[in-house]
């Protein structure tokens, strides 16, 4: 079960104007699943992605990026769970694409105006025929109510113990606009980006060359933020999509105040989902946020932050319970930070203060970090005393589970 993270309710999901999600069991993988999701957007929506950096990108990502660029407004998006299209080749390419010219000849659209996204075991084939003898079922069960969106965060789940998804409504210029999203992910889970599959709505009209930068701010909050297991997918995508529904002026930058509030709001929901990812991290046992302040610039805390939050030898601890804090302090030092000076780190578990100036802290007692360790929510504060710059890294601990799901992962 995933670290005080309760499913999301149907009531609780926001419907936002504009756009509408349709679910199918297409047998992609394994029947009597939810596994194929369609999401149409009416004309005049505005789209935009980042994408895993990860140089052996499955195909989807490379098609995305594509349709993207073509600049014809997106209409739809297709996600297909089961299998990644990934390490696939030409062939994969080719399915991708067959994909989006079949779900838009049924909209009557250009197949450069649907995104397809897949997730699921890596270098099998896409089973082409099954997802587009899925579309019509999918299409039939549009809707735009959240009892949809719930039905959508349960459609894109592969090793997800539960649906992530998540709603937020704020006043803008005077006007209610609405902000929901979904987002999957458990294993596989590391920066750039930083989850399988995320997507956030808004029905606040935007600039269309605004949307991507509204995508990659939020992103860089939130999902860029966390990490799982250290491995960047093949197939990680976070998409923002705007339809301009709400009656509002469009918002032609993040820096005035209307861009400042929807940028908020967008960031809010994606950390809520990144959060959640987390949370529902392949095993886990415990939420932990690594903190890491003083230092000269933001890069070198996220290479800290991320030295602590990758490291077995510092989740296993955790899992364990066991105040075994050297292995933090051992983190920090292999960081790669060439000139630090070990004599100015101060260490803290949430209250207690562990190490001071590079060694233990005298007033720290064993029987006080295991007070912290035992809980399920932990802050590991890190002070390099170099500077002005902080970052935070949200992670989980290793468990035996995580080597059972990922040993059975395709059977």
Known sequence: MAVNWTAPQAADLLPVPGLRLGVAEAQVRKPNRKDLTVMLLEEGSVVGGVFTRNRTCAAPVQVCRDHLAAGLGIRALVVNTGCANAGTGEQGLIDARTVCIA????????????????????MEPLPVQRIIDGLPAALADAAQDGAHWLRAAEGIMTTDTIPKAASRRVTIDGVPV???????????????????????????????????????????GSFNRITVDGDTSTNDSFIAMATGRAPLERIETLDS?????????????????????VRDGEGATKFITVRVEGGRNAQECLQVAYAIAHSPLVKTAFYASDPNLGRIL?????????????????????????????????????EEGQRVMRQSEITVRVDLGRGAAAETVWTCDLSHDYVSINADYRS
């Open 178 to 220: 609405t902000v929901t999203g979904i987002a999957k992910g458990a294993g596989m889970i590391r920066p750039n980006m930083a989850t399988m599959l995320g997507f956030v709505a808004t029905d606040a009209p935007v600039a269309p060359d605004l949307i991507g930068e509204l995508a990659r701010r939020a992103a860089d």
């Open 103 to 122: 779900l838009a000849q049924r909209l009557g659209v250009s197949p450069q105006q649907v995104l397809p996204f897949s997730t699921g075991v890596i």
């Open 330 to 366: 051992a983190a920090v030092g292999y960081a790669g930070i060439d000139d630090l000076d070990q004599g100015c780190i101060e260490l803290f578990l949430d209250d207690v203060h562990v190490v001071t100036r590079g060694g233990r802290h005298p007033a720290y007692r064993e």
């Open 257 to 277: 105040p209307a861009g400042q509030a929807l940028l908020a709001a967008v960031t809010e929901v994606a950390r809520t989902l990144a959060h959640a990812i």
